[in-house]
Every structure is written in C-alpha cells, then in structure tokens.
C-alpha cells in the first residue's frame, strides 16, 4: 500500500467552488490534516462541491475532519454536496454523521476561590464523618466479638493461626535484624556521649530503657505497621473489589466476624511476642556494641543490665504493645472495606491506612507515656 | 483485498507445564472477514487470542499479524502490527484510574501527537459509535454497568480505527437484549468500517447471526468453515455443540435449518 499522504485544496471553476481531497485520511495523519482543513479559506459561494473521488484510505478520524471542512463552507452560507464518496465509503460517511457532534455536556465553571473553599470544606467534613466511621467500625468489631465470644467455635481457629504465621511467625527476622542494629546505634550514640561525662556505664542503663520502654514496642509496631496493617487493607480491598465481600454478606456470613477479627485478634497475640522477640535482641544489639567497643566486660554489662532492665520496665512496653496490635488491625481493616471502585482505590486506602495507624500509634504511645507519668511509674 | 489473510498461524504448539492446548494448529483469518472462535472449556481460545497478540509465547510454530512475524519480528513492526489492532477484553480491561474519555484517547496519547480539541472530539464520537450516551464520557469505568464497561472497552479497541478487532466473549454477561444489540453493533462497524473480527464466544446465538466462519478448537488443532460445513462434521464435540437444544433454537431464531446435513 503505497498512499500519499492526505492533503485538500480549494478551486475555483465557473463560478462554482470545488474542494478535492485526496491521499490517506487516517488517525495517523490527523493533526497535519486538521490545520489543512483550518488553513482553507471559504469564500462567499452559494454552492460548494466537495470532489473526494481522490481519496486512498479513509477511517473515521478522515470523515470526521472531512465534515469538519465541510461545516466550515455551511457556516460561510454555502451549500455543500459531497461527490466520489463511492460504494466503499459510504457506510462510514453514514456511520459518522449519525454519531458526531455529541460532544459530553460541558462541565460547570469553577471559580478557583469558591473551589477552593469547597475542598476546605469537603475535606474537613470526609475527615470529621471518617473519624466517625472509624469509631463505628471499632463499635461493630467489638459487638462482634462480644457476640462470639459466647461461642468460641465460630472464632475461626484456621483461619487465625494462618495470620498469626503470616504478620507473627514470617516477620521475626527482620523484627530481629531492625533492633538489633537499632540496639547497636543506641548503645554506640550513648556511650559516645556519655563518655565525656565519665557515666560511660550509665549507656546501659540508657539502653535498656529506651528499648524496653520504647523503641522494642514503637519499632515493632510501626514494621508490623507497614508489614501487616497495608496487607489487611489491599487483601480486603481487592476482595472488595472482586464483589467478594458482597458474596459472603448475600451467603450470610458477617466480613467483620470473617474477615477482621481473625486478623485483628492475630496481631494482638503476635505482636506482643514479637515485642519480646525485640527487646532481647535490641538488648543484644547493645551488649555486641558495649562489648566489642567500650571498656565493659560481660560480667560488668550483665550486673548493670539486671539493676537497669527491670520488670516494670519491660511491662511498661510489653503492655502498649495489645494496644498498638488493635489499631493497626483496625486501621487496616476498616480502610480495606472502605474500598471502592478499582485498584487506585486499594492503592489510596493502603496508603492511607499505613499512615494512619502509625500516626494513631504514636500518638497512643505519648498517651502511654502521660499516664505513666502521672502514675510515677 | 477479499481473501487476503490478515492472520496465518502455522504449527502452533502451545503447552502448559505437561498439558499441550495446542498441536500443530493451523489458521487463517481473511481480510473483511467476521471470524467466531468457539471450544470446550480448557481448550485454549483465550490462549490463541493472546498468541496472536504477541502477549503468549508458544512452544513452537509461527504466527502472522499482518504480514509480520509476531515471534521473530523487530520489535518495531511488531509495535507496529499491534497499533493496527484493537481488542476488547473479556470485562473490558478499562483502566479504573482514568475516565471513558480518557481510556479512549489513551492508545492516541501513546501513539500519535494530536491536538488536545481533536482528540476530545474524536473520543466523544467513538464514544456515540458505541451506542454509549454522551455523558458516559467523563465517568469512570467504577461507575458503569457491565454493558456500558463493554462498549466502553470497545470504543477504546476501535480508538486508532484498527483493520483487526479481537474480541474475547464481547457478549458474556449482558442480558439478551444487550447481547443482540452489541451482536448488531458489531456487525454494522464491521461493515462500515471493513474491519476484520476474530470474536471468541460462546454465545450461539453470536455466532448464528453476525460470524462469516466459524473455527472450532478440538483436538488441539482447529476446524474452519461455516454453519453449514459444521453441521455436517461428524466429530462427536461439535455434533453435541452444533446440534444441542440451545444450538438448534438459535439456529432457528435465525433463520436457518437446524437439521442442515445431517
């Protein structure tokens, strides 16, 4: 197939006008053919023929334009007929002019200023009916468990040691790996520090603290966060995408009873195990550092470790993490269900579920730290 | 251009760890022509549309996407076969993040530069093409019914005006009203804009009405002809298919005997 390319030219003969389009009128070639037709320059005739008997390969980019030249002449006042549209173009020609000129209703005119108070607004009001929501959820995870702890049967026991293996059981190496090197740093920063003091020892103290009180459970907390908490929600999303949910509410089963509190009754148990997981190696971590870099033997770091990491300690921490492990598994829950439409929706909620619940961590940590220092503890 | 073959597979292997779906499969599809592509479950129809496309790589044989080698081919003339082709996916396969619009003009974005006016018009025409009202346009695929999704993955499929449209069971899924006005759509922008289908369905009533020839995945390999020529074959799948209560009602309903050769 060796076409020209498409061109169009304008000619004046006995008094008449006559246009002639030849050459491949496609898609291909739409943008050039386009500013041809805008470059024609209809004259005050009374009657214009259109001679198209040239024309190679026309799709429906090619009529279009070829009409859109054509209304050009009527607008002038001129009357149009087409000529040489033949056999072969004709159900395209048809095809066209009953589809064309159906352009969508235009969107109304927005005034940046009022758009922009409205975003304010719709902002403010989705986050206010979102925390709502959130505290609906939370209201109905509770009811539901309420409701099934009568009949521990219907917790379903499958289903729950398969997501304490998957958040619990696969996330203890690299729980282990970040506090241990967290363990590493802080004992390195303390000891630096604290060397000029001449309290080198207290770097002990320092880290046994800080990692019990602390950072075993936040760090663990915020990994299982981004671990497990985005898993909830992109798994419930796209079953919710899938119709999935709607099936098991049309077979009766509950998606919180199904789905949410598995997961959420899963973290609450791992992550305080794993929590523990982290405070031992977070301590190791400091103990490899103090060791290897310090003037601390063993011995020494063991006597101070035992006066320093006491039970209160250690429960201080350990008991934020049951707290912590709810949220995430809320959050993560209830922004899977709150999935719609199609996969930018699973990407949106993930992201914001994974923001959330840090966000709600952290603050449940500082609310942690107030009550206990009211307590004295 | 009338017997010209758009699509020549030769000796076509295709497996699956241990299980062949294909053995030495042949195929032609002819220029202008509106092919069904009809099998069991399991037998490998999805496969071959995805074959042709150049989205499977069989174990052996050849295929030709007009005139090019869709295996061994530059990359380029392979890019370039597959710009002249079109296909709907089964659901559609719209991409959720953009709107109709936007699906549409999204192979013109790729391929070509046109000015912005240009492309929301020619959208807003395939979009009518399509049996689609006008303010289907600016929503998302999310927002639309089953039907609407399918026109709306069509109007993307005919965006660049291809020569060949794939169609993976365009009317599975809409209700027989639905399903007869897209059989009809579908053959009237076959004849207007001569292009050719290959059409993976299992609606008989599809095939009776709007399918040139028919090609039927048995025994791994495939047999081509028409109604007629499958009326007669005795092959125990397509006698069971051809003849079946439903076969013969459709078959009726469009005009034809359904006892033809046997």
Sequence with gaps: MQDGPGWIRQAEADGQFVVSAGGVWTVAGAAALERAVAALAPGPAVQVRFDLSALQHVDTAGVFLLRAAARRYEEAGADVTFEGVGARMRPLFELVAGNEGRAPPAAPRRYPLAAAIERLGCTTVDGVRELAALVAFIGEVALTAARNSWRPRRLRIVSLTNQIERAGLNAIPIILLMTFLIGVVIAYQGAVQLRRLGFEILTIDMLAITILRELGVLLTAIMIAGRSGSAFTAEIGTMKVNEEIAAMQALGLDPVEVLVLPRIIALVIALPILTVFADVVGLLGGAAMAVVSMNINTTQFMVRLGEAATLTQFMVGLVKAPVFAFIIGVVGCYQGLRVSGGAESVGQMTTRAVVLSIFLVIIADAAFSIMFAAMGI | ?262
């Excluded at chain 2, 639905?178 to 059989?183: K, L």
């Design chain 2, 1 to 262: 251009m009338a017997g010209e073959a758009v699509i020549r597979i030769r000796g076509l292997k295709n497996q699956f760890g241990r299980q062949v779906v294909h053995d030495g499969l042949d195929l032609d599809v002819l220029r202008g022509e509106v092919l069904g592509v009809v099998g069991g479950s399991g037998t490998g129809k999805s496969v071959l549309m995805r074959t042709i496309l150049g989205l499977n790589r069989p174990h052996g044989g050849t295929v030709e996407l007009l005139g090019v080698d869709v295996l061994r081919g530059d990359a380029e003339a392979r890019a370039a076969a597959q710009t002249r082709c079109g296909v709907l996916f089964q659901d559609g396969a719209l991409f959720s993040s953009l709107t109709v619009t936007e699906n549409v003009q999204a192979p013109m974005r790729e391929h070509l530069r046109l000015p912005r006016p240009l492309m929301d018009e020619l959208a807003a025409l395939k979009i009518a093409m399509v049996g689609l009202p006008p303010d289907a346009g600016p929503k998302r695929p999310g927002e639309l019914s089953g039907g609407m999704r399918k026109r709306a993955g069509l109007a993307r499929a005919l965006s660049l005006d291809p020569e060949v449209v794939f169609l993976d069971e365009p009317t599975a899924g809409l209700d027989p009203i639905g399903a007869a006005d897209f059989d009809q759509l579908i053959r009237d922008l076959q004849r207007s804009l001569g292009v050719t289908v290959v059409m993976v369905t299992h609606d008989l009533d599809s095939l009776a009405a709007i399918c040139d020839r028919i090609a039927v995945l048995v025994d791994k390999r495939i047999r081509v002809g028409t109604m007629a020529d499958h009326m007669r074959d005795m092959h125990p799948w397509i006698q069971a298919y051809f003849h079946g209560p439903r076969a013969r009602a459709a078959f009726s309903a469009a005009g034809m005997s359904p006892g033809e050769g046997s």
